[in-house]
């Protein structure tokens, strides 16, 4: 973000920003001259240069009275005669012949005397316009041509590379954000705590006239795709205000000192145009906290960051321009970036609940021709932990299918196979399997399935299907939670292991064999018994402590590089022989049941192989039936 440094904030003008240069001060357009000038000098150089070593010839100059020696000698074969010169070719003493060039003198025996001796002879006018052309203009043509094509690769018009430290952000005027908060849904307490900056822009004089300042910064922090952008163009929407949006990564370039000159520039025109609403995009690019890189103390992300920072300490918020920014990772900000002052309120944008499902749903099948089976309840409770853009993908994959399939409308049965192609990839009916590797498959998903049913805390299955998905998914199990769930039980992760365990052990107890295809229940089974022996202290022998130092993204699924560990070995090995028991004792576990189910997981998956694909609803009919005929 733009801006200015201490008291000359206040003298910055957008039509005359100083320099100071060695004590001179300059304007921004007397630089833009004299840094022309110096390129048209260079240019000038290159061209005598070109003119001189490219389109010289050698030229033996003499005089008249020697070329009519030469004549009569019969050493001129050919001549040109041009208002003030002649030339032609000169056979010298040792047979080689050479230019020559002589002054012309009104001589009127000249033509007697070339006819006398054979010599070829004829007029010639020089345009020397034309020849002027020829020798300095094109060739200072073609470097003009070349120096803009330079330019452009070097990342836009020659005119913007001398405004390198100009703002590139994007200004919207009043009129021309036509979004609302009524296009936004499922983040009804962040626009609750917008719709104050609303009145800050609108009625700023409300607040100072009770001695309140108006927020500097406002961060809106969430996981990717729940609405941040979209959100702060809202604010601007409904405040009617001019709106500047920049990505964090605009201000920073190879040029040392652009970037804060961006920042400069930028707090300048957000000034003029106040009130408005600078935002700041992917804040986390511009942001990183300083000191993290190890190889620079003083990069030049990091000047343009200490510029932000004072800026944001410089303007004055009684104009009314308000910064707003967004990042999903929030953990790596600068603590300077952070504090009262600067940006004043966090504001959580968090993926939206069943409910917020359910309206962002009905925002997005405005302009969707919906059949009247489509209930939005059911799809909302069948999308758990989908954000905005989750929704709005699925929305449009059920639109594209029903196109697909030639139908007037939406119906439920295009939503539902949208939500499944969301979650599990692609349907891959062609692929080929044996029929041993179909079993296999078969068996695997039932294992999955028939624990999540029989276990008391697990999620109910929503469908088993054999039919390949995605890039690897030979097959899947579908479970959708009843509820919402913020908290989870030491018994409950117990289960959750145990039904991602079932399909290895199925795989087990029907084959006397295992296979590969249980390699991600593996890692995920591994990372949740590390969660609760790292994280959670839910292991009874290295009690109620924590051994996960490490920072982790709050919004981010990804895993920190961790270089160093802060216990010692012996503990490892104590955390190493609990995950192993841990998880060992879910696979006795899940041994033991399907080994007594064993029979109805072969009816299972027999049916499976038969059908390729079982609803929730027929597979609880065939569990009910299997233990009525036990009984």
Same mark, same amino acid.
């Given at each position: 973000?733009?801006?200015?440094?201490?008291?000359?904030?206040?003298?910055?003008?957008?039509?005359?920003?100083?320099?100071?240069?060695?004590?001179?001060?300059?304007?921004?357009?007397?630089?833009?001259?004299?840094?022309?000038?110096?390129?048209?000098?260079?240019?000038?150089?290159?061209?005598?240069?070109?003119?001189?070593?490219?389109?010289?010839?050698?030229?033996?100059?003499?005089?008249?009275?020697?070329?009519?020696?030469?004549?009569?000698?019969?050493?001129?074969?050919?001549?040109?005669?041009?208002?003030?010169?002649?030339?032609?070719?000169?056979?010298?003493?040792?047979?080689?012949?050479?230019?020559?060039?002589?002054?012309?003198?009104?001589?009127?025996?000249?033509?007697?005397?070339?006819?006398?001796?054979?010599?070829?002879?004829?007029?010639?006018?020089?345009?020397?316009?034309?020849?002027?052309?020829?020798?300095?203009?094109?060739?200072?043509?073609?470097?003009?041509? *070349?120096?803009?094509?330079?330019?452009?690769?070097?990342?836009?018009?020659?005119?913007?590379?001398?405004?390198?430290?100009? /703002?590139?952000?994007?200004?919207?005027?009043?009129?021309?954000?036509?979004?609302?908060?009524?296009?936004?849904?499922?983040?009804?307490?962040?626009?609750?705590?917008?719709?104050?900056?609303?009145?800050?822009?609108?009625?700023?004089?409300?607040?100072?006239?009770?001695?309140?300042?108006?927020?500097?910064? *406002?961060?809106?922090?969430?996981?990717?795709?729940?609405?941040?952008?979209?959100?702060?163009?809202?604010?601007?929407?409904?405040?009617?205000?001019?709106?500047? /949006?920049?990505?964090?990564?605009?201000?920073?370039?190879?040029?040392?000192?652009?970037?804060?000159?961006?920042?400069?520039?930028?707090?300048?025109?957000?000034?003029?145009?106040?009130?408005?609403?600078?935002?700041?995009?992917?804040?986390?690019?511009?942001?990183?906290?300083?000191?993290?890189?190890?190889?620079?103390?003083?990069?030049?992300?990091?000047?343009?960051?200490?510029?932000?920072?004072?800026?944001?300490?410089?303007?004055?918020?009684?104009?009314?321009?308000?910064?707003?920014?967004?990042?999903?990772?929030?953990?790596?900000?600068?603590?300077?970036?952070?504090?009262?002052?600067?940006?004043?309120?966090?504001?959580?944008?968090?993926?939206?609940?069943?409910?917020?499902?359910?309206?962002?749903?009905?925002?997005?099948?405005?302009?969707?021709?919906?059949?009247?089976?489509?209930?939005?309840?059911?799809?909302?409770?069948?999308?758990?932990?989908?954000?905005?853009?989750?929704?709005?993908?699925?929305?449009?994959?059920?639109?594209?299918?029903?196109?697909?399939?030639?139908?007037?409308?939406?119906?439920?049965?295009?939503?539902?196979?949208?939500?499944?192609?969301?979650?599990?990839?692609?349907?891959?009916?062609?692929?080929?399997?044996?029929?041993?590797?179909?079993?296999?498959?078969?068996?695997?998903?039932?294992?999955?399935?028939?624990?999540?049913?029989?276990?008391?805390?697990?999620?109910?299955?929503?469908?088993?299907?054999?039919?390949?998905?995605?890039?690897?998914?030979?097959?899947?199990?579908?479970?959708?939670?009843?509820?919402?769930?913020?908290?989870?039980?030491?018994?409950?992760?117990?289960?959750?292991?145990?039904?991602?365990?079932?399909?290895?052990?199925?795989?087990?107890?029907?084959?006397?064999?295992? /296979?590969?295809?249980?390699?991600?229940?593996?890692?995920?089974?591994?990372?949740?018994?590390?969660?609760?022996?790292?994280?959670?202290?839910?292991?009874?022998?290295?009690?109620?402590?924590?051994?996960?130092?490490?920072?982790?993204?709050?919004?981010?699924?990804?895993?920190?590089?961790?270089?160093?560990?802060?216990?010692?070995?012996?503990?490892?090995?104590?955390?190493?022989?609990?995950?192993?028991?841990?998880?060992?004792?879910?696979?006795?576990?899940?041994?033991?049941?399907?080994?007594?189910?064993?029979?109805?997981?072969?009816?299972?998956?027999? *049916?499976?192989?038969?059908?390729?694909?079982?609803?929730?609803?027929?597979?609880?009919?065939?569990?009910?039936?299997?233990?009525?005929?036990?009984?």
């Amino acid at each position: 973000m733009p801006g200015k440094k201490g008291k000359t904030a206040n003298r910055s003008k957008k039509s005359n920003i100083f320099l100071e240069i060695k004590g001179k001060t300059k304007t921004k357009g007397q630089q833009s001259r004299n840094f022309t000038f110096v390129y048209l000098i260079i240019a000038f150089i290159a061209i005598i240069a070109v003119n001189m070593f490219f389109f010289r010839t050698e030229v033996k100059t003499i005089p008249y009275s020697e070329f009519k020696d030469l004549i009569a000698k019969n050493k001129i074969s050919d001549i040109v005669i041009d208002s003030e010169t002649v030339q032609g070719n000169l056979t010298l003493d040792d047979g080689k012949k050479t230019r020559f060039l002589a002054g012309r003198v009104d001589d009127p025996d000249l033509v007697k005397d070339l006819l006398k001796y054979n010599v070829k002879f004829t007029g010639y006018y020089d345009n020397k316009l034309l020849k002027g052309i020829i020798s300095w203009i094109l060739p200072f043509a073609i470097m003009i041509l *070349i120096w803009n094509l330079l330019m452009r690769k070097m990342g836009g018009a020659p005119s913007n590379v001398l405004n390198f430290g100009k /703002s590139k952000g994007r200004i919207y005027g009043e009129d021309e954000i036509k979004i609302t908060f009524e296009d936004v849904a499922g983040v009804d307490e962040a626009k609750e705590e917008l719709k104050e900056i609303i009145e800050f822009l609108a009625t700023p004089q409300k607040f100072l006239n009770l001695g309140g300042k108006i927020p500097k910064g *406002i961060l809106l922090v969430g996981p990717p795709g729940t609405g941040k952008t979209l959100l702060a163009k809202a604010v601007a929407g409904e405040a009617k205000v001019p709106f500047f /949006s920049m990505s964090g990564s605009d201000f920073v370039e190879m040029f040392v000192g652009v970037g804060a000159s961006r920042v400069r520039d930028l707090f300048a025109q957000a000034q003029e145009k106040a009130p408005c609403i600078i935002f700041i995009d992917e804040l986390d690019a511009l942001g990183k906290a300083r000191g993290m890189n190890p190889l620079s103390s003083h990069d030049e992300r990091e000047q343009t960051l200490n510029q932000l920072l004072a800026e944001m300490d410089g303007f004055d918020t009684k104009a009314g321009v308000i910064i707003m920014g967004a990042t999903n990772r929030p953990e790596i900000l600068d603590p300077a970036l952070l504090r009262p002052g600067r940006f004043d309120r966090n504001i959580l944008v968090d993926r939206p609940d069943i409910k917020g499902r359910e309206e962002i749903l009905k925002v997005h099948i405005r302009s969707v021709k919906c059949a009247e089976d489509v209930d939005l309840k059911v799809v909302a409770a069948r999308t758990p932990g989908f954000v905005g853009a989750d929704l709005a993908n699925l929305v449009n994959e059920a639109a594209l299918l029903a196109a697909r399939k030639d139908k007037a409308s939406v119906g439920m049965k295009e939503f539902e196979e949208s939500i499944e192609r969301v979650v599990a990839g692609l349907e891959k009916k062609q692929r080929v399997m044996s029929a041993k590797e179909k079993e296999i498959v078969a068996n695997h998903e039932t294992g999955h399935a028939l624990m999540a049913e029989l276990l008391e805390t697990t999620d109910q299955v929503h469908k088993i299907s054999i039919i390949p998905r995605g890039i690897a998914a030979l097959g899947y199990t579908l479970q959708l939670p009843t509820e919402d769930r913020y908290l989870m039980t030491k018994s409950e992760l117990l289960d959750r292991m145990c039904v991602l365990l079932g399909g290895r052990v199925a795989e087990e107890v029907i084959f006397g064999e295992i /296979s590969t295809g249980a390699q991600n229940d593996l890692v995920r089974t591994t990372d949740i018994a590390k969660s609760m022996v790292k994280e959670y202290g839910m292991s009874e022998k290295l009690g109620q402590m924590t051994f996960e130092s490490e920072r982790r993204p709050l919004f981010l699924d990804i895993t920190p590089f961790s270089g160093t560990k802060d216990y010692s070995e012996a503990t490892a090995r104590e955390i190493d022989g609990e995950v192993r028991r841990i998880i060992d004792e879910c696979y006795q576990k899940v041994k033991a049941l399907l080994l007594e189910k064993k029979t109805l997981l072969e009816k299972v998956a027999r *049916i499976l192989l038969e059908k390729e694909t079982i609803e929730g609803d027929e597979l609880r009919v065939l569990i009910r039936g299997h233990e009525g005929e036990n009984e």
